[in-house]
């Protein structure tokens, strides 16, 4: 029976949990091992459910209220600290059930028809270690993971390390879930005569092709973008990790300086040369870089560029709240174009053919702004909601600005989707955070709108803190959306990232519980 991997994981990580039951006191087992070392032992062991809220236009009738995940997941850090040096290491095991829905998705044609829970089921070296602290200089090389910007939701200059959105999109409330991390050398050098440091990385190109850029659902299964559930994407559109202008055996790196001015305003001045987060197509019809794509419809691939990026946050006492901006320059993003109106797709014989001129699709740069202003504050709600104490409220907005674009150069939104680039994609977003029962109930609210391209989702939540070890989460993800699409061939030209989930509202339950 296919997914007898993720019950292998199933048992494994419920054998972990009778274990940790019975660990003790939370936090992380420790142990002295003489001569000033210590080891020490934390995690977690996670199961989601997760349900249908709507039924889906690309896939048979009868969608809503049935399983879409049940997943567990295992998690395990172990630190050795001795006089001078720290070693880290940390492990993660997720399995999944295949629900019935999803077996659906795969009979529809998800992953070709091949066993879909093998794009679930994985069993990872997340981070892997060693760090040493020498007067003022930090070194730590290994399996990383290093957190740039100030933005949520949405990336400006958090740029080092790619995302994995392809099992939960970008849902999960922890970052450091989602990010993938990377083989870097990283240094930073305290610098308290300017209030400041300075950080370096390298990363010399050791990662595999999956590593770098973000990964979404290109098989077809739950988080595909509409209209594409049960459509197997990597059938027609391959996967190139040694493009000549993205080779991920190419050494990347970076700068940032942090400090502090006017006595109470954080700022950082950063560089870095990375790789484009979302993977746009050397496209079969128009190869680029002299490079001849495998996929009959092209190759996805994470072309190099150059970040210029800075950040400022400081409270505000006028306000009572704590404003952060951030901004970043990227010099001649590339993107695929289509000068017919098309998705920017289409196979190499229909240029042999004649039927489409070969210069009709392929790849422009243009330059690009990301910027965000946010602002945090603590509200009192007592009198009005009956909350405990202060609750969170936090506004930010987001655009992607395109200061030389014009509407002739014809640039896609995204590769498989006829929306045109505009010059500015405006995002609101919002957040509230409420508390009760001595913190050990909270609620929360996160919604978000496009402003430019149009979509909207709505996150209602609630947080429960049980004891010591345990916390469950129980919300619900609405999504709603513009122009959305109900079939293959009807791919709208106005849809946003947001837009992409239009009918696949979730609800979900997550429970954790932590040793």
């Known amino acids: 029976m296919k997914g007898t991997s993720g019950k292998r994981v199933l048992a494994g990580a419920a054998v972990a949990l009778a274990l940790a039951t019975g660990a003790g006191p939370a936090g992380a087992a420790s142990w002295e091992l003489g001569g000033d070392a210590r080891l020490s032992v934390n995690g977690y062991v996670r199961q989601w459910v997760s349900f249908n809220l709507n039924d889906m236009p690309d896939t048979a009738d009868g969608d809503r209220g049935r399983l879409s995940m049940a997943r567990s997941q295992l998690r395990l850090d172990t630190t050795l600290s001795t006089p001078g040096l720290k070693l880290f290491a940390s492990g993660r095991a997720a399995g999944e059930v295949e629900t019935g829905w999803m077996h659906d998705l795969e009979r529809q044609g998800a992953a070709g028809g091949s066993d879909l829970m093998k794009k679930y089921n994985t069993l990872d070296l997340r981070e892997f270690w060693a760090e040493t602290t020498l007067d003022r200089l930090t070194v730590r090389l290994g399996k990383q993971q290093v957190v740039w910007g100030e933005t949520d939701f949405f990336v400006a200059s958090d740029m080092v390390h790619g995302f994995d959105y392809s099992w939960r999109a970008m849902l999960e409330t922890e970052n450091e879930e989602l990010r993938k991390p990377l083989i870097l050398a990283n240094a930073i050098v305290q ?76 700022y950082s001045l950063l560089y870095l040369r990375t790789f484009r987060p979302d993977p746009i197509v050397n496209p079969a019809a128009n190869p680029y870089g002299g490079r001849t794509p495998g996929g009959m419809l092209g190759d996805d691939f994470h072309p190099t560029v150059n970040v210029f990026g800075a950040t400022a946050s400081s409270y505000v006492p006028a306000i009572d709240a704590v404003l952060s901006t951030e901004v970043a320059y990227i010099p001649d993003m590339p993107y695929n174009y289509d000068n017919l109106g098309g998705t920017g797709l289409y196979p190499a014989f229909l240029v042999s053919a004649g039927a489409i001129p070969r210069d009709a699709v392929g790849i422009r740069k243009t330059d690009l702004v990301r910027w965000m202003v946010r602002s945090d504050f603590n509200v009192d709600l007592r009198d009005v909601l009956g909350t405990d104490g202060s609750s969170f409220l936090s506004f930010q907005l987001f655009d992607s600005w395109h200061p030389g674009l014009k509407d002739s150069d014809n640039l896609l939104y995204w590769p498989g989707f006829q929306t045109k680039l505009k010059q500015h994609a405006f995002t609101l977003t919002g957040v509230l955070q409420l508390s009760y029962f001595n913190d050990t109930v909270k609620p929360g609210l996160a919604a978000g709108w496009d402003i430019s391209y149009g979509g909207g989702f709505v996150i209602p939540s609630v947080d429960f803190v049980i004891g010591d070890h345990l916390r469950i989460r129980a919300e619900a993800d609405l999504f709603f959306a513009r122009g959305a699409q109900s079939s293959q061939a009807d791919r709208s030209s106005d849809v946003g990232f947001i837009s992409f989930f239009d009918n696949n509202s979730q609800f979900v339950v997550r429970a954790t519980y932590q040793f």
């Open 191 to 266: 610098v308290p005569e300017l209030d400041g440091s300075l950080q370096a990385f390298v990363r010399p190109g050791l990662d595999r092709g999956r590593d770098v850029g973000n990964t979404f659902d290109t098989w077809g299964g739950r988080w595909s973008p509409q209209p594409y559930r049960g459509f197997w994407r990597d059938g027609f559109v391959g996967r190139d990790p040694r493009h000549p202008d993205g080779d991920v055996r190419d050494p990347t790196y970076g700068g940032r300086w942090r400090g502090m001015i006017a006595g109470d305003i954080n």
